[in-house]
């Protein structure tokens, strides 16, 4: 999909979709707004959590349950603004 895009001159890169990384970068180094139109965008941040054990204890790993936004914005924010990444 990536070479057919570059191939009409879009600007394209594999995403870097490092879960426990990017999550900790996102946190250290962005403060994200979203807009009032953003609703279904804003209701998967806020249901955004982490998986727990049955005795209640955290797991370093997030449930993957109606994420598809936070995992958009980790890959975009991650990939793009990380120097470790720039091509």
């Not at 005795?55 to 990939?79: C, M, Q, S, W």
């Amino acid at each position: 999909a990536i070479n057919g895009l570059t191939k009409y001159g879009w600007n394209c890169h594999l995403a870097e979709k490092a879960v426990k990384d990017g999550i900790l970068y996102v946190k250290q180094n962005m403060k994200l707004f979203l807009t009032t139109e953003s609703t279904n965008s804003k209701g998967q941040m806020d249901s955004y959590r982490y998986k727990r054990s049955a005795n209640g204890e955290y797991f370093d790993e997030p449930v993957k349950f109606n994420d598809h936004a936070p995992d958009a914005l980790r890959y975009a924010i991650y990939t793009a603004t990380n120097p470790m990444f720039r091509q």
